[in-house]
């Protein structure tokens, strides 16, 4: 399902109050330019101009590095 579908599936969804995607390959670009791996939260609201998504991306990056970490493998002890 592309993102247009995925977006319009929620929209329409009046039983869906939160969507949350922690993916590790999902990015957005930081004020500074870089860019950072995010979790993207949609929530659907009402309003009195209607129906709106509203959207929170947050910052992932310690979370993305400490998975990479432990899949490296321990180092061997030799006793």
């Known amino acids: 399902m592309n993102h247009k579908a995925h ?3 929620h929209a329409n969804d009046d ?6 995607r922690t993916r590790q390959d999902t990015y957005a670009l930081h004020k ?3 860019e950072i791996p995010v979790e993207i939260r949609l ?4 309003t009195r101009d209607g129906r709106q ?3 929170a991306l947050r910052d992932i990056t310690e979370y993305v590095e400490l998975v990479h970490s432990l899949e490296k493998p321990f180092p ?4």
């Open 7 to 9: 977006r319009d599936a």
């Open 15 to 20: 039983n869906l109050r939160n969507l949350k």
């Open 32 to 34: 500074n330019g870089r």
């Open 43 to 46: 929530n659907n609201i009402r």
């Open 53 to 55: 998504v509203l959207a």
């Open 76 to 79: 061997r002890i030799n006793t």
